[in-house]
Antibody, heavy 123, light 106 residues
């Protein structure tokens, strides 16, 4: 079935940067679109960014566009989220999530999630 | 952006009950509507995709229906393991959006 494990979370000051990683196992990452979804403390789910299997297409929520960059290294079975110019409202648990298999066409829903990495933006 | 509104926001029920959660989209999403279950401290899990398709491994007491702008998730014969928060999500267009969640409690 596979597994996703996030890392890289922590406490950062407003305006700072952080890079999240998502290590995948049990499946061939290069066959799937993958995404980042966040959840602010006690709140609902918010899609952050997604990237196609071959990195040709990436898209972002307006709230992070221009500040966050999603990337992937299929050879290393890893997904990344570079977060710059962080704001207090970016404080959240960040999940990586994979799409079901679809022969290169993005499906935009998620059949496997990691347990999340907590990012806290505070001075 | 497509807004998804779930009703009710919270719901009290008992083991064995049948419950229905509704998700309304601010514009048509055809059948690009998915449902997730999330328990406290855990990641969400996919229950239903494409409005009515049951994800592998999900019990058949979960059923999804609807198209266009109105969708429902029905759970028949509630079990203790079902008490959780449920989210709908549209996969019709980016930005992908989620409903605000429906908390199902005893």
């Amino acid at each position: 079935e596979g597994q996703l494990v996030e890392s890289g979370g922590g406490l950062v000051q407003p305006g700072g940067s952080l890079r999240l990683s998502c290590a995948t196992s049990g499946f061939t990452l290069g066959d799937f679109g993958v995404h980042w979804v966040r959840q602010r403390p006690g709140k609902g789910l918010e899609w952050v960014a997604g990237i196609s299997s071959n990195s040709a297409n990436a898209d972002y929520a307006d709230s992070v566009r221009g500040r966050f960059t999603i990337s992937r290294d299929n050879a290393k079975n890893s997904l990344y989220l570079q977060m710059n110019s962080l704001r207090p409202e970016d404080t959240a648990l960040y999940f990586c999530a994979k799409e079901p298999y679809s022969e290169g066409i993005m499906k935009y829903y998620f059949d496997l999630w990691g347990q999340g990495a907590l990012v806290t933006v505070s001075s | 952006d497509i807004q998804l509104t779930q009703s009710p926001s919270s719901l009290s029920a008992s083991v064995g009950d049948r419950v229905t959660v509704t998700c309304r989209a601010s514009q048509p999403v055809i059948n690009y509507l998915n449902w997730y279950q999330q328990k406290p401290g855990y990641a969400p899990q996919l229950l239903i995709y494409s409005a009515s398709s049951l994800q592998s491994g999900v019990p058949s007491r979960f059923r999804g229906s609807g198209s266009g702008t109105t969708f429902t998730l029905t759970i028949s014969g509630l079990q203790l393991d079902d008490f959780a928060t449920y989210y709908c999500q549209q996969s019709f267009v980016t930005p992908l959006t989620f409903g605000q969640g429906t908390r199902l409690e005893i």
